[in-house]
Structures are given as structure tokens and as C-alpha cells.
């Protein structure tokens, strides 16, 4: 007679195993895949610039505490990844209306061409790799990634 506990247990550390496995390979794949692609739009800005164009094209303006807080990082690195994007004309810097000792980022019309320009290139990839797959099944796995986006966003939030 077995445990039901322990057989579960046992299963679901087979499953979270398979998990971190999947998820360890979607990163090295997506990563390999974009790099691998002969297309110029995959390599018009790197992923940090991307991943803060994204944010402040959906959050608005921001100063450097908030964007770093949202995307979990440290202030010094958005810092200087911001101070790059500023020489790469892709952000610009405004007087804070909330603190007029500080400023805050705010993408520039290049740099949300550049991240439009990825973002179509990014989606028609994935629009290839996923040709054969039902509508059905990309909605789930759309539905799925935003899930585990936001409970690891969430746990992060929590540190």
C-alpha cells in the first residue's frame, strides 16, 4: 500500500524537475534562436534595452528606483544601462514632476521604433517556430508563460 503524500511528493518533484529543465533550455533556445536569426531587427538592441523599452513604453515615464524596482535589478545596473540607452539616443531624461532633484526615463520616438522593429521580428519568429501548433494551443501557452511571469515577478516582489 502506498502513501498518496509521498507519491505525490515524489511526482510533483519529477514535474517541478521537468520544469526547471524546460525552463533552462527555453532560455538557452530563445537566446541561441535570436542570435542564430540573419534578420538585422534582432540585433538592433540588446536584450536589457528591450526588456526597459518594453516597460516604459507600457508604464510611461519612470526615474531609475522605480524602473530598477520593477524590474528587479539594481539601481547601479539600470543606471548605467540607462546612461548607454541616453548616449544611444534611445531614452531621453526629464526633471522629475514628482522631485524636482531627480529626473525621470522616458523612451525617445527612436527608441520605441528600434523596440517596435524587435517586437515584429521577436513575434514573426515565433509565428514561424509555432506555425504547427493550434490556435488553441498558443493560447495556452501565452496563458501559461503569463502565469509563471507573474508568480515570479510576485515572488520577487515579496524578497
Known amino acids: 500500500m502506498t502513501d498518496d503524500h509521498t507519491t505525490g ?5 519529477v514535474t517541478l524537475g521537468r520544469i526547471e529543465t524546460e525552463v533552462a533550455l527555453l532560455m538557452r533556445l530563445g537566446e541561441a534562436t535570436r542570435r542564430g536569426t540573419g534578420t538585422m531587427e ?7 534595452a528591450y526588456v526597459i523599452l518594453r ?3 507600457s508604464a510611461g515615464p519612470q526615474n531609475v ?6 524590474l528587479n535589478l539594481d539601481g547601479s545596473t539600470v543606471t ?3 546612461s548607454a540607452m541616453q548616449r544611444d539616443g534611445l531614452i531621453g531624461r526629464t526633471p522629475d514632476p514628482a522631485d524636482g532633484r531627480g529626473t525621470v526615463i522616458s523612451p525617445t520616438p527612436a527608441g520605441l521604433q528600434r523596440m517596435a ?11 514561424d517556430v509555432l506555425a504547427a501548433w493550434t490556435d488553441d ?9 503569463r502565469r509563471l511571469n507573474e508568480a515570479l515577478e510576485s515572488r520577487n516582489r515579496r524578497r
Do not use: I
Not at 494551443?137 to 508563460?145: G, I, K, W
Open 42 to 48: 534582432h540585433r538592433l538592441l540588446d536584450r536589457a
Open 137 to 145: 494551443d498558443r493560447d495556452t501557452l501565452a496563458e501559461m508563460l
Open 55 to 57: 516597460h516604459l513604453a
Open 117 to 127: 522593429a524587435v517586437q515584429r521580428a521577436r513575434t514573426r519568429l515565433y509565428g
Open 9 to 13: 511528493t515524489a511526482r510533483d518533484e
Open 80 to 82: 548605467r544601462q540607462v
Open 65 to 70: 528606483s522605480a524602473l530598477a524596482a520593477k
